[in-house]
């Protein structure tokens, strides 16, 4: 199985780190940048051959990375498709699709840091037959939570506790046959995404608490991972 790693966007909300001179998956967390840390847990399961759609900064990545990247298990295979202009994700996943060959390709945001083991997500993937499986994990409240009773007594506050709801983890697997039918250009979230689901050809892989999943979409992200990154 191969993987298409999304990493050409801006970062518009981590330029205070970025400076607009590096791109948002080439910022390092705990000695290593995020494209290492993804692709040296996908190579833990096996993916020897990552793609990645760029555009902002392309360069810079490929300069870095170069045609393979050697992790502690082997060589991973890297092959760039470069996005003419600014095509959205579901649109940088249809560009990307000529490089597949396997029959199934991991599809992942390039700001993702996570451990959870992808081997149960693949293997529930193929046993559901349907057209994709879009990884969830839980929402992590952004505030402290206030617990009062009837009489407006405090009884306990919470830091930023987990809500009894599921996100999109931007972690996916994919047929491949589908990957035609990903918009030109536009957010595979608003077009594909919900056509797959009103025909009921989506199912979700529940990412559990006891791993560690954290988006870095913030300055605020970044200085947290920072803290609590526990590595694949």
């Known amino acids: 199985m191969e993987a298409i790693i999304l990493c050409g966007g801006l970062g518009t909300r981590i330029r205070t780190i970025t400076q607009d001179s590096i791109p948002k998956a080439m910022v390092k967390i705990k000695g290593k940048t995020i494209l290492e840390w993804e692709i040296e847990w996908l190579n833990k399961y096996g993916i020897d051959h990552v793609i990645l759609a760029v555009r902002h900064l392309a360069d810079y990545i490929q300069k870095n990375l170069g045609n393979s990247y050697q992790t502690e298990i082997g060589k991973v295979k890297i092959t760039y498709s470069k996005e003419p202009e600014k095509l959205g994700s579901g649109g940088a996943v249809r560009f990307a699709q000529k490089h597949v060959s396997d029959e199934q390709v991991i599809i992942m945001n390039g700001d993702v840091l996570t451990n959870f083991n992808l081997k149960e997500m693949i293997d529930e993937h193929l046993k559901g037959n349907l057209t994709g499986t879009i ?35 931007g972690v996916d697997i994919f047929q491949k046959k589908v990957l035609l039918s990903f918009p030109e250009k536009g957010q595979m979230e608003d077009t594909i995404f919900v056509e797959l689901a009103k025909k009921k050809e989506l199912a979700v892989f529940k990412i559990e608490p006891k791993y560690y999943w954290r988006s870095i979409d913030t300055t605020k992200d970044f200085q947290e991972a920072e803290k609590d990154w526990t590595g694949i």
């Not at 952004?142 to 983890?169: A, C, Q, R, T």
């Open 135 to 169: 990884g969830v994990s839980m929402m992590r409240s952004p505030y402290g939570i206030v617990e009062f009773d009837d009489n407006l007594v405090i009884s306990e506050f919470k830091e930023k506790p987990l809500l009894n709801h599921w996100i999109h983890s």
